[in-house]
């Protein structure tokens, strides 16, 4: 008779013990979320998702798998040995198209692509609010680690371009970019906001703070006032003072301005008649022989592109007045508007650039980013995104980007979706949202910026080197990457 020993039966019950807590576990997962992984080889992320709530309440999703494509999961695309050598704006220096000596865009061979000021094919990545830090506790490690305002940007400026970055988005701290850009071998092309509507606003009044942008009376922006052209001009004389600074990469005209479908309400419903909206308003419908009980969808973005239509306009004239050299980069869409024709090709007619702010999606949808271009005619740079990590200590409760569990998780979504803008054909940049992490003791902080890790360093300046390293990854090949895709597509 065979004899078997006890430690081998109890080895073997604990393997199917676990076996069936795995099964088990999985099944409970199936159950709540399809999107489990099945394939050995694939990537699969756990996020959390914003939800916005119709009660104004803002609250995250059940942890979810979502697939994620990275670098090594494209198949026969090899890292180069040597990428693609840059010059010192950070484009290609193996693609030329004509140099104006200004950063601007051109179409070649069916893909959209920036041209720096030699001319180098460029695609502008950056990273928002290079800020130094505000709160006491970023004060006190300002101090200790860096001194100076220049000893500050010249190591940022270091660490961003050693991870490929070439680009400083909106509410950088553009005085410190510029010094240093005149005496580094690799500046950062920068951008500037002009903040029209909102400046012209806070004049006014009536304007107020919502999280992430400013607020207007019924969604109903100021643009029929005539006082605000008068506003734009003199807002717009300032930038005389950039017209020849060839690292600034372009303007942005204000930041994620209320254009909804519902615009037309909103201007319908403001108490005060003799208001400048509310007559443009009524006085549109009646040229248009419609009556308010006749409004449809289909009435309420035409009315929209008349809006955009006025808007575009007015401020593409007042900055091209005092700046014909740099581009137009738009307000930074941030709502359904890009994902309207009428209106975008409303914006379309007056943009160089048609900047967007591109939340709620794990991976950039073909469909809707390519609608952007084809019906604007024109480029996107995605101008805002990102995600945060649960192990980074903070409570990431502000904001809308998706939460994830780990900084290589961070780095993982930023390769992924960065893949689908270098495979769109139409996308000349993105700017992650944002260098520094919110800091929580932070007294008076933007509402959708008080408690989140969004930043590529935390509250004391010390990188987030798993996330770091993938963003810096695919950066340093963007152009091999493009190169990849358009054989594939050729």
Not at 42 to 62: F, L, N
């Amino acid at each position: 008779m065979l004899k078997i020993k006890a430690p081998i039966i109890m080895n073997r019950i604990v393997f199917l013990l676990g076996i069936s807590l795995i099964i088990n576990a999985c099944v409970r997962e199936k159950k709540s979320n399809d999107r489990v992984p099945t394939h050995s080889d694939s990537i699969v992320v756990q996020a959390r998702k914003r939800v916005y709530h119709d009660d104004g309440r803002r609250t995250y999703s059940d942890w979810s798998y979502f697939q994620t494509r990275t670098i090594h999961q494209l198949a026969g695309f090899n890292a180069p040995k040597k990428p693609v050598k840059q010059n010192k704006y950070g484009g290609r220096r193996d693609m030329k198209s004509e140099s104006t000596g200004f950063f601007h865009v051109r179409k070649i061979d069916g893909r959209w692509w920036g041209v720096d000021p030699e001319g180098c094919l460029f695609l502008h990545v950056a990273v928002n609010s290079i800020n130094k830090g505000r709160s006491e506790r970023n004060k006190n490690a300002f101090a200790e680690k860096f001194g100076s305002s220049e000893k500050w940007i010249n190591e940022t400026n270091r660490i961003l371009h050693r991870n490929g970055f070439n680009g400083a988005g909106s509410w950088s701290d553009t005085k410190s970019i510029i010094s240093s850009g005149r005496q580094s071998a690799t500046p950062l092309a920068y951008t500037l906001n002009i903040n029209f509507m909102s400046g012209y606003g806070r004049e006014r009044g009536g304007t107020f703070a919502v999280p992430g942008h400013t607020g207007y009376p019924n969604n109903a922006i100021f643009v029929f006032d005539e006082k605000f052209k008068q506003y734009c001009d003199k807002a717009a004389g300032q930038l005389v003072q950039y017209k020849n600074d060839p690292n600034l990469f372009g303007y942005f005209s204000d930041n994620e301005l209320p254009f909804k479908l519902r615009t037309l309400d909103g201007y319908l419903t403001l108490e005060n008649h003799s208001d400048p909206g509310y007559i443009a308003a009524k006085t549109w419908l009646y040229d248009q022989e419609i009556k308010e009980g006749e409004i449809s969808d289909e009435i309420r973005s035409e009315f929209l592109a008349y809006v955009a239509d006025r808007y575009f306009k007015i401020v593409s004239e007042a900055i091209r007045k005092y700046d014909p050299n740099h581009m137009f980069l738009g307000p930074r869409l941030y709502s359904s508007e890009k994902n309207n024709e009428k209106f975008m090709k409303a914006a379309g007619k007056y943009v160089d650039v048609l900047a967007c702010n591109y939340y709620g999606r794990w991976t950039p949808v073909p469909e809707e980013i390519n609608n952007w271009a084809a019906w604007s005619g024109k480029p996107f740079i995605i101008t805002e995104w990102y995600v945060k990590g649960e192990d980074s200590g903070l409570p990431n409760q502000s904001g809308a980007g998706w939460i994830v569990k780990t900084q290589r998780d961070r780095g993982l979504f930023y390769q992924n979706y960065t893949l689908a803008l270098l495979e769109s054909g139409n996308c000349v940049g993105w700017h992650w949202f944002k260098y520094q992490d919110n800091d929580p003791t932070l007294k008076g902080a933007e509402l959708s910026n008080i408690d989140a890790n969004k930043g590529i360093v935390n509250n004391y300046y010390e990188t987030y080197k798993p996330c770091l390293e993938l963003m810096g990854e695919i950066n340093h090949q963007i152009y091999d990457l493009v190169d990849y895709f358009d054989r594939q597509h050729n």
